[in-house]
């Protein structure tokens, strides 16, 4: 198993709490440094962003991005085929193990797609079609979600993620937007394995977001009215051929 948490120095109680949670589990994990998006220049912040402050994005964003790219750099520069990424306010499932297990070998089978797998709670997934993992858990493609606090990917995934981010223009946990542009196959594990301690309710990553919430919904409707062709084709055959007949399961 290879296992990544995302972890700020600063964030002692944090690292603290998701190495108490490994050690219980039997886990191994690396902690990765954050990127502190705060402690980058001016200069840093134009070679690593696009459009930065034209864009609403927040130096807390970006810091996020780019913790989460260092992994995906990782993955490719020392082949790791999967890999479980966590940020250091997750809460582990006492299942993990056979969650991250079930998944692994269904990517054995499936490494040759860009697949993210979700082990946290989404918005909204299709029902039809899904892959029976366990007599527990089963496998759905989704249509919505939210956060980065617990997913798996593979090393196709991690690439394709790669060039689609940078430089960082938007946040790691637009799932719906990167699977609506093709960069990957987002899935989930249901019911979902991992959620967040408490300490989650500290982070200054949402109010950072709120401050400039205008002009990030600016953006993505730009980024909406811009789409491409084959980005514009893919939604119109979801609505046209997909929508109408799967069977879609609302969580939130």
């Not at 490994?22 to 696009?50: M, P, R, T, W, Y």
């Not at 780019?66 to 890999?83: C, F, G, R, T, V």
């Not at 991250?100 to 040759?112: A, D, G, T």
């Not at 997913?151 to 637009?174: C, G, H, Q, R, S």
């Amino acid at each position: 198993m290879k296992i990544f948490v995302i972890n700020l120095p600063k964030d002692k109680e944090r690292k603290t709490s998701i190495q108490h949670q490994a050690d219980k589990l039997g886990l191994n994990v690396e902690f990765i440094e954050a990127v502190n998006g705060k402690n980058l220049s001016e200069d840093e912040i134009n070679i690593l962003s696009k459009d930065f402050h034209q864009h609403g994005m927040t130096h807390g964003v970006l810091g996020c991005s780019l913790s989460h790219i260092k992994i995906y750099e990782k993955m490719i520069k020392d082949n790791i085929d999967i890999a479980l990424i966590l940020e250091d306010d997750a809460l582990l499932n006492e299942n993990i193990i056979e969650s991250y297990n079930l998944i692994e070998n269904y990517n054995y089978k499936n490494k040759h797609k860009p697949n993210v797998y979700l082990l946290s709670v989404v918005n909204e997934y299709i029902d039809t079609f899904k892959t029976k993992l366990s007599t527990k858990y089963n496998l759905v493609n989704v249509i919505d979600a939210d956060y980065a606090y617990g997913y798996m990917l593979n090393i196709k995934a991690a690439n394709n993620l790669l060039n689609f981010l940078t430089p960082v223009w938007i946040e790691a946990d637009k799932w719906r937007f990167m699977r609506e542009h093709g960069a990957i196959n987002l899935k989930a594990i249901i019911p979902h394995v991992i959620d967040v301690t408490p300490l989650s309710e500290v982070s200054t990553l949402e109010s950072d977001r709120s401050i400039t919430l205008e002009k990030r919904i600016a953006f993505f409707n730009e980024q909406y009215k811009n789409r491409n062709l084959y980005v514009k084709l893919r939604a119109f055959l979801w609505r046209i051929f997909v929508r109408s007949w799967v069977k879609r399961i609302k969580t939130m």
